[in-house]
């Protein structure tokens, strides 16, 4: 079966995927900074219960699905899982019983006991919002059919976090802006879409210097609006950001077409034949190439999902790609040898 | 980009600070931030990994110490009560599960459903001040009553239709008004019968009588 981030979009010059997460708590636990282990135990097995019990419903919504009992995986293992966002950090490094239901295609996980109790996590690839919400709202009436949920009249679902409060709700999308983070436009754009309660940062890296080129734009604002104007909020500025990288990519190759057609060449040049390399500059090549194939300045007979690359790249995917334990030096090589091996050969233009 | 004061460090902070009336903006180091600022950088913001919690602890921290500030400006006898009000809210703990509001501040996250209510007043204060509102107006878990609904529930027809009646004639619906007056008398026409083919509430069907005469 395909994985989500393995099929292409429409706006995939810009967009890479879509994410929806809803928080949820349950009434009869303390919430996670006073849970118990005991507590934590009971919570992981009664909600996995639950979804065993009727599993034909739930399959119905997402497709056949497993249970790993995160704190029994390995540290690669875990690892893996968060470079490919299906867990958080957060949950991964957790000393409490947890657990995490994902689907086969990885587009909806399920995580026990992060922060809140449960966090219902829906992805695709594209521009999707609106598809996924219905997806994990779903997901959502049929756990609280049987399991009550923390929810107050005027607050909405009570969340660990005041930040979460409300619909519990944390739209994404994950977008590539080369052009606007060339332009050193990013510090500007996310100034002005924080003041309409929206929030852009790199996902890889750190700070506004992402690697790649790769931010994550979320709502900030949880209660006040519905679901589905904090998507249609969400969506209007993701729209106005993507002219605005598409008209910055129109002029850089106006004014200095020379300069990036030798980029695009020389990243894939090297990517096609180092024979080590670090993720940073790995990332940043990828980055580089998608720049090129979105512009049209290079082509092959079939566009390679830049997205899977970056991820497969990884250094604990990687390492389960080659399917041991390995060193730095020793995945340097391993990277090299698996991106000399992935790029398609160029067609002429 | 530079400090804007020191000039020697990356500035990392853009402080907007309205005084009177006057919007003053500036580019800043966490150093030069914490010197000539309220802003003060803590040690979670130093640390690379930091949570949305820590930074909402943070906040809050800044806009009481901000609120405390500006109390020192004011007169001493104000401050006096403003600190008092500040360990009040310190010493305000959840029942239920022992979480104080302290440690609220410290984690940036409640210890269960309660503490909500336990610490409403701070906490609707904080939580207006994060999204601009504390009223949910989106989805409810499936099934859910609420409990204006619970209370609507509850009431008899005839008590439904009352209230009806009182909101037609405010909106000068009469029409309305009359249509639902003739259906509550024939609500009670109805109750008083039956009432006396059991002969239960007899006296209250008289009090009723007697009310109506």
């Given at each position: 079966?395909?994985?989500?981030?393995?099929?292409?979009?429409?706006?995939?010059?810009?967009?890479?995927?879509?994410?929806?997460?809803?928080a949820r708590n349950f009434a009869k636990y303390p919430f996670s900074p006073k849970l118990t282990l005991e507590q934590a135990e009971l919570l992981c097995?009664e909600i996995?219960?639950?979804?065993?019990?009727?599993?034909?419903?739930?399959?119905?919504?997402?497709?056949?699905?497993?249970?790993?009992?995160?704190?029994?995986?390995?540290?690669?293992?875990?690892?893996?899982?968060?470079?490919?966002?299906?867990?958080?950090?957060?949950?991964?490094?957790k000393?409490q019983p947890t657990?995490?239901?994902?689907?086969?295609?990885?587009?909806?996980?399920?995580?026990l006991n992060e922060e809140d109790h449960i966090r219902?996590?829906?992805?695709?690839?594209?521009?999707?919002?609106?598809?996924?919400?219905?997806?994990?709202?779903?997901?959502?009436?049929?756990?609280s059919?049987?399991l009550q949920y923390a929810f107050d009249d005027k607050l909405g679902y009570l969340t660990s976090s005041p930040t979460n409060i409300g619909?519990g709700?944390?739209?994404?999308?994950?977008?590539?802006?080369?052009?606007?983070?060339?332009?050193?436009?990013?510090?500007?754009?996310?100034?002005?879409?924080?003041?309409?309660?929206?929030?852009?940062?790199?996902?890889?890296?750190?700070?506004?210097?992402?690697?790649?080129?790769?931010?994550?734009?979320?709502?900030?604002?949880?209660i006040?609006?519905?679901?589905?104007?904090?998507?249609?909020?969400?969506?209007?500025?993701?729209?106005?950001?993507?002219?605005?990288?598409?008209?910055?990519?129109?002029?850089?190759?106006?004014?200095?077409?020379?300069?990036?057609?030798?980029?695009?060449?020389?990243?894939?040049?090297?990517?096609?034949?180092?024979?080590?390399?670090?993720?940073?500059?790995?990332?940043?090549?990828?980055?580089?190439?998608?720049?090129?194939?979105?512009?049209?300045?290079?082509?092959?007979?079939?566009?390679?999902?830049?997205?899977?690359?970056?991820?497969?790249?990884?250094?604990?995917?990687?390492?389960?790609?080659?399917?041991?334990?390995?060193?730095?030096?020793?995945?340097?090589?391993?990277?090299?040898?698996?991106?000399?091996?992935?790029?398609?050969?160029?067609?002429?233009? | 980009?530079?400090?804007?004061?020191?000039?020697?460090?990356?500035?990392?902070?853009?402080?907007?600070?309205?005084?009177?009336?006057?919007?003053?903006?500036?580019?800043?180091?966490?150093?030069?931030?914490?010197?000539?600022?309220?802003?003060?950088?803590?040690?979670?913001?130093?640390?690379?990994?930091?949570?949305?919690g820590?930074?909402l602890a943070?906040?809050l921290?800044?806009?009481?110490?901000?609120?405390?500030?500006?109390?020192?400006?004011?007169?001493?006898?104000?401050?006096?009560?403003?600190?008092?009000?500040?360990?009040?809210d310190d010493a305000l703990r959840c029942e239920h599960c022992g979480m104080t509001y302290e440690q609220f501040l410290q984690q940036g996250m409640v210890g269960c459903a309660k503490c909500y209510e336990y610490f409403n007043k701070v906490l609707s204060?904080s939580i207006?001040?994060?999204?601009?509102?504390d009223?949910h107006?989106?989805?409810?878990p499936?099934?859910?009553?609420?409990?204006?609904?619970?209370?609507?529930?509850?009431?008899?027809?005839?008590?439904?239709?009352?209230?009806?009646?009182?909101?037609?004639?405010?909106?000068?619906?009469?029409?309305?008004?009359?249509?639902?007056?003739?259906?509550?008398?024939?609500?009670?026409?109805?109750?008083?019968?039956?009432?006396?083919?059991?002969?239960?509430?007899?006296?209250?069907?008289?009090?009723?009588?007697?009310?109506?005469?």
């Open positions: 079966m395909p994985k989500w981030y393995e099929e292409q979009s429409k706006q995939s010059d810009v967009v890479i995927s879509s994410r929806i997460r809803l097995e996995h219960n639950h979804l065993e019990e009727k599993k034909t419903k739930l399959e119905e919504i997402v497709g056949k699905y497993y249970y790993y009992n995160v704190i029994k995986a390995s540290e690669i293992e875990k690892e893996a899982l968060v470079e490919r966002h299906i867990i958080t950090k957060k949950l991964a490094q000393k657990g995490v239901i994902m689907t086969e295609d990885e587009s909806v996980s399920l995580m219902i996590q829906a992805i695709s690839s594209g521009m999707n919002l609106l598809p996924l919400l219905e997806k994990a709202n779903a997901i959502d009436d049929f756990i059919e049987s619909t709700l944390r739209a994404s999308i994950m977008v590539y802006l080369p052009a606007l983070g060339i332009s050193g436009k990013m510090d500007k754009l996310i100034d002005e879409v924080s003041q309409q309660d929206v929030s852009i940062r790199g996902v890889y890296g750190e700070g506004n210097k992402s690697l790649a080129y790769i931010y994550q734009i979320s709502n900030c604002k949880t006040g609006m519905s679901e589905c104007d904090i998507i249609q909020n969400l969506i209007t500025i993701v729209d106005q950001i993507i002219k605005q990288e598409r008209n910055r990519r129109e002029y850089l190759l106006d004014s200095n077409f020379d300069k990036y057609e030798d980029q695009v060449y020389r990243s894939y040049g090297v990517l096609r034949y180092a024979k080590q390399i670090s993720t940073a500059d790995a990332m940043t090549l990828l980055a580089q190439i998608k720049f090129g194939y979105d512009s049209k300045i290079i082509a092959s007979e079939e566009t390679p999902s830049f997205y899977k690359l970056m991820m497969a790249i990884q250094p604990a995917n990687l390492q389960k790609i080659l399917g041991k334990n390995a060193g730095v030096k020793e995945r340097e090589r391993a990277r090299a040898k698996f991106l000399n091996e992935s790029l398609p050969e160029l067609i002429h233009l | 980009m530079l400090c804007n004061r020191c000039k020697k460090r990356d500035a990392k902070i853009y402080y907007t600070e309205v005084v009177n009336g006057e919007m003053k903006e500036q580019h800043l180091c966490e150093e030069c931030a914490a010197e000539c600022t309220r802003f003060h950088m803590s040690s979670t913001f130093v640390n690379k990994n930091v949570s949305v820590d930074i943070s906040i921290g800044n806009y009481r110490g901000a609120s405390n500030s500006k109390a020192n400006e004011k007169a001493d006898k104000k401050a006096d009560t403003q600190g008092e009000e500040e360990k009040k204060r207006k001040s994060l999204h601009g509102t009223v107006v989106g989805k409810q499936k099934g859910y009553v609420s409990w204006m609904s619970k209370i609507v529930n509850e009431l008899s027809e005839i008590e439904k239709k009352s209230i009806l009646l009182q909101e037609a004639i405010e909106k000068e619906e009469f029409e309305e008004a009359a249509k639902l007056r003739d259906e509550i008398r024939r609500l009670k026409e109805r109750e008083r019968n039956t009432t006396k083919k059991t002969g239960i509430g007899k006296e209250e069907s008289n009090r009723e009588e007697i009310n109506n005469a």
